[in-house]
């Protein structure tokens, strides 16, 4: 059983198209991020929902958009791809608070061409 | 911004040694987290020490906080092969009513057989 799942596993898609990248998770977590891995894999937060609420929202261009339909799934949807979008994007979930390690899925190579 | 400074980078070990990773940080933290991160996959939970702790053991893992140096390290003793992997500390801070985890670039660890 898959804590964490994301879809699709790789991406290859041209500029300019939209694409989205769906995430679940049957942990009964209450809060699912988004983050950004590049190419020197380093990590970083996009979006976070409480319980179907945005939380988290950092400078992120507004071509990205989150949404989750309800707390076991958030899926990320980007418009007008550009040839830096091309990276891995990682769902994750976890207990709101402090004192709770994420879970993550096995992310989304995305790679614009 | 980004929060955790993995040192070293790299590290090459022999199989049975010990590898000790070390993390600095900038700002209060209300805990630190490490992530193993195998090539090509997700990022996965290994120990959290709160920022009211100083040391902390799971298995063959061993964590330091030294808050007053803004420092933690991660020490794997009696390495495998099964070890090499990519590792991430975290840090975990609460900003007004929102808690965001923060990834330093990670530590790639390679353990020779």
């Known amino acids: 059983d898959t804590a964490v799942s994301q879809t699709p596993k790789y991406l290859v898609t041209q500029m300019g198209n939209d694409k989205s990248i769906k995430c679940e998770q049957n942990l009964g977590h209450d809060t699912m991020y988004w983050y950004k891995q590049d190419s020197k894999k380093f990590l970083k937060i996009m979006f976070s929902y409480n319980n179907k609420e945005l939380i988290i929202n950092e400078t992120v261009p507004n071509r990205f958009s989150p949404k989750s339909p309800d707390k076991a799934h958030l899926n990320l949807h980007i418009n007008s791809l550009e040839l830096g979008d091309s990276a891995v994007y990682f769902c994750?979930?976890?207990?709101?608070?402090?004192?709770?390690?994420?879970?993550f899925g096995s992310g989304t190579r995305l790679t614009v061409v | 911004s980004q929060q955790g400074e993995e040192d070293p980078q790299a590290l090459s070990i022999q199989e049975g040694e010990n590898a000790t990773m070390n993390c600095s940080y900038k700002t209060s933290i209300n805990n630190l987290q490490w992530y193993r991160q195998n090539s090509g996959r997700g990022l996965v939970h290994l120990i959290l020490i709160r920022s009211n702790e100083r040391e902390k053991h799971s298995g063959r893992l061993r964590v330091t906080l030294d808050t007053s140096k803004k420092s933690s390290s991660l020490l794997i003793t009696a390495s495998r092969a099964a070890d090499t992997a990519s590792y991430f500390c975290a840090t975990g801070r609460s900003g007004g009513s929102n808690y965001k985890l923060t990834f330093g670039k990670g530590t790639l660890l390679t353990v020779n057989p």
């Open positions: 994750a979930s976890s207990h709101r608070g402090r004192g709770y390690g994420y879970t």
